[in-house]
C-alpha cells in the first residue's frame, strides 16, 4: 500500500515549535553532490567512514547509498550535546573497533557547529595513526566555529539557529523526520 506524506509546514516539540527550512528534495540533492566529490577524490583508497551516533544516521544511510567505490563503514558515538545545546566536551568515544593505521577515514558528521566535537574526534582518531582523515557533513554552522577544521565535504551551510529533523533531535525527539525544521519560538 502507498501513503502519501503531506508536508507539516510547523511541528511542535516539547516546549518548541519548528517552521520546515529545508525540504528532503533539497538535502538529498546536496547529499548527491558530496556523495559524488567522495567518489571522485577517494577513489583507490578504500576509505572508512565512520559514522557518528546518533544524529548522522539518515545523512550516513543516504550518503552511503550514493558512494560507488569500494569502502567499508563503522559506527561511533559520542555526546556533546544535552536539550539544545552543546556542552563542549566529549564523552569517550565508543564503538571504534577496527584498526585505522595508514587507513583513508571519512568522519560521516551530522552538523559541526562550534567544531569542539569534532576537533576532539580528530585528535583521538590521529592516536591511532590513520594515513588521510576528512570530514563530511550534512550542515555546518560557519558564524558558530570557534576552531579552524578542514571540513571538505558539507552538504550545506546553516544559520546558527537550532533545528530538527533527519536526524537531528532536540531532548531525543525529532530525528524522525524526513525535512529540516529550525525553531520558531524559544
Do not use: W
Amino acid at each position: 500500500m502507498r501513503q502519501i506524506y503531506a508536508y507539516m509546514d510547523t511541528i511542535q516539540i516539547k516546549d518548541k515549535t519548528f517552521a520546515v527550512s529545508i525540504r528532503e528534495e533539497d538535502i538529498l540533492k546536496e547529499v548527491s553532490r558530496v556523495a559524488a566529490d567522495i567518489n571522485r577524490d577517494l577513489a583507490g583508497k578504500n576509505p572508512l567512514f565512520l559514522s557518528v551516533l546518533n544524529g548522522s544516521f539518515m545523512f550516513t544511510a543516504d550518503l552511503m547509498k550514493r558512494i560507488t567505490i569500494p569502502c567499508e563503514i563503522s559506527f561511533v558515538k559520542l555526546a556533546s550535546y544535552q536539550g539544545d545545546a552543546s556542552t563542549g566536551v566529549v564523552k569517550e568515544m565508543i564503538g571504534l573497533n577496527e584498526d585505522i593505521t595508514g587507513r583513508t577515514v571519512v568522519i560521516v558528521e551530522d552538523i559541526v557547529d562550534t567544531g569542539l566535537t569534532m576537533q576532539q574526534l580528530l585528535e583521538s582518531l590521529h592516536t591511532r595513526h590513520p594515513q588521510e582523515v576528512h570530514i563530511a557533513t550534512l550542515l555546518v554552522k560557519p558564524d558558530k566555529l570557534k576552531v579552524n577544521l578542514n571540513i571538505e565535504y558539507a552538504a550545506m551551510k546553516i544559520p546558527n539557529d537550532f533545528i530538527v529533523g533527519y536526524g537531528l533531535d532536540y531532548d531525543g525527539f525529532g530525528r524522525n523526520y524526513k525535512d529540516i525544521y529550525t525553531v520558531i519560538n524559544q
